[in-house]
């Protein structure tokens, strides 16, 4: 071999060399990056780790918050507030009445017949409304006014003959979940609007009167009865459907819960309540906060870019509108410290592109390679060739959320026990009957809860980890859907002056 072919073959080692270094160096950074993927992951699932005494620590700051709120007005987070419903339905209500659901996803009117014995229905009909953006932002009238002749027209319609007395004024129950200072079962005055809506002529004002009037102006003979939120709609639905239940929660878009409390027990009223026995307590438990709540930064980026900083704080870790959106929070920081996603920065950095059902999907994707978590990533969030090793730490991350999210949910069902002495914890006062603890039904509704088996799962098994294998068996957690509809029209029925 001549010298040049000496130089050529030395020159071709070197650059081999240099290639080789490149790639062990792409890959040694590569493997870093990887790593640093994790190491976030990891993080996240130790800030964020609910362990069982966690939870207790959670159940007993509930039961305290629940007392200060209803010891004193302001004496909580939890706004603890009178429904002035004491009479649950318990499926002997008969008649047709009308109901109405305004604050979900959904307007709807409800026409509901109810057979007067054994919990039975025997009609339900339903019309779902729209409500324009001019009239969420409109005057008290516009809205009051469309809603009247929304339900004039259905009643009209549906009329066929089940109302053989014309001329007696119906009942309606009116669903109306946003914040109200509650003046009886029938009257309440609207604190604030809540979910895009704004009209500002109607705070302050008695919601049930408004409506009340403008039913009188179309010629409508009808009344508001019971004017509730969709918490205590699902309450009394699934009083009706079985006395043993004795508390609500609503996990949806928002979550919230309320209770049957001992009036001698809200002593912020004890003036105004006359009548001993029980009431409906409304806790607002979405505000709910303790120091035992596992945040991480992620929560608290996420606060402080709300428009409602420093309120919501527990419905900020539990709710379908925000899970999607703590994923996507740690998603982006991953993003930015690793390579998992290529090119994806920009994508992800958009708040609330990852919906909480999209999350859902990805999280319960079942297939061997992950096949749905790919197909969601490059139709809804724009990015593509994610490696399967990294779709499996993205689904660790929805599962880490959810999980979290369930047990904390959890940790509250078994708080309010606690208050109620329901939870077993205090042998005979906790309502126990010849030893045994009393049978107690949580009634549930939301389409967090309904819709994502996931997070259904790990709820109800929380509670029974919290309640232990003694008490557990006789705590139910029933699914009432429709409480927000259907509940309100059976609250009408117990409510009704035709009774
Ligand atoms: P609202 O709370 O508006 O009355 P729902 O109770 O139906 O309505 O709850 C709707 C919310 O529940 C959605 O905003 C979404 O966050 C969540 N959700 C609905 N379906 C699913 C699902 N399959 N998986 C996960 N979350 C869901
Ligand atoms: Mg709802």
């Known amino acids: ?123 339900h009909r339903v019309q779902r409304q729209p409500i324009s953006q001019e009239l969420m932002t409109g005057t008290r009238e516009e809205l009051f006014n469309f809603i009247a002749s929304t339900l004039k027209q259905f009643v009209q319609r549906e009329d066929d003959g089940i109302d053989q007395i014309p001329d007696v004024r119906k009942d309606l129950g009116f669903t109306f979940s946003f914040p109200v200072r509650q003046l009886s079962v029938s009257s309440g005055l609207l604190i604030k609007w809540t979910k895009g809506f704004s009209i500002k002529d109607a705070v302050g004002k008695d919601v049930a009167q408004c409506l009340n009037e403008a039913m009188l102006k179309t010629g409508l003979n009808m009344r508001v009865a019971a004017l509730v939120n969709d918490t205590v709609g699902t309450l009394a639905l699934g009083h009706y459907y079985d006395v043993d239940t004795v508390a609500a929660v609503i996990i949806g878009t928002g979550t919230n819960a309320c209770y049957l409390e001992r009036t001698d027990a809200i002593i912020k009223y004890q003036g105004l309540l006359m009548n001993s026995g029980d009431m409906v307590v409304n806790m607002e438990w979405g505000n709910f906060w303790s120091s035992h709540l596992p945040r991480t930064p992620y929560d608290i980026s996420l606060d402080d870019e709300s428009p409602n900083r420093n309120e919501q704080g527990f419905e900020k870790m539990i709710s379908g509108m925000y899970l999607g959106e703590i994923v996507r929070r740690v998603l982006q920081r991953m993003a930015e410290e690793s390579d998992i996603f290529p090119d994806a920065v920009q994508n992800l950095s958009v708040p609330f592109v990852l919906r909480t059902p999209l999350m859902a999907a990805m999280h319960e994707d079942g297939s061997p390679d992950l096949r749905e978590v790919g197909r969601i990533l490059e139709d809804h969030l724009k990015i593509s060739g994610v490696s399967l090793k990294a779709r499996r730490l993205l689904v660790r991350v929805c599962d880490i959320v959810t999980r979290r999210a369930a047990r904390l949910a959890a940790a509250g069902i078994v708080g309010i026990l606690k208050k109620i002495g329901r939870d077993g914890s205090a042998g005979v006062a906790s309502g126990r009957t010849k030893g045994k603890p009393r049978r107690t039904v949580v009634a549930i509704e939301g389409g967090l809860y309904v819709g994502y088996s996931m997070f259904r799962e790990y709820l109800n098994e929380a509670v029974a980890e919290i309640l232990g294998e003694e008490v557990a068996p006789y705590v139910c957690l029933r699914v009432c859907e429709d409480g927000s509809g259907t509940g309100a029209a059976v609250l009408a029925a117990a409510y009704s002056s035709n009774r």
């Open 1 to 123: 071999m001549g010298g040049a072919g000496l130089g050529l073959a030395a020159g071709c080692a070197v650059a081999t060399c240099a290639i080789a270094a490149v790639m062990v160096g792409h890959r040694v950074r590569s493997r870093r990056r990887w790593g640093r993927a994790v190491a976030l992951v990891r993080e996240f699932e130790e800030a964020s780790a609910t362990s069982v005494g966690r939870l207790r620590q959670v159940v007993d700051a509930m039961a305290v918050e629940m007392h200060a709120g209803l010891a004193s007005e302001g004496g909580s987070k939890l706004r603890m507030s009178l429904t002035f419903i004491d009479n649950l339905p318990d499926g002997s209500e008969e008649g047709t009445y009308y109901a109405l659901d305004l604050g979900g996803t959904n307007f709807r009117v409800l026409q509901i017949q109810f057979s007067g014995k054994g919990s039975m229905i025997l009609t």
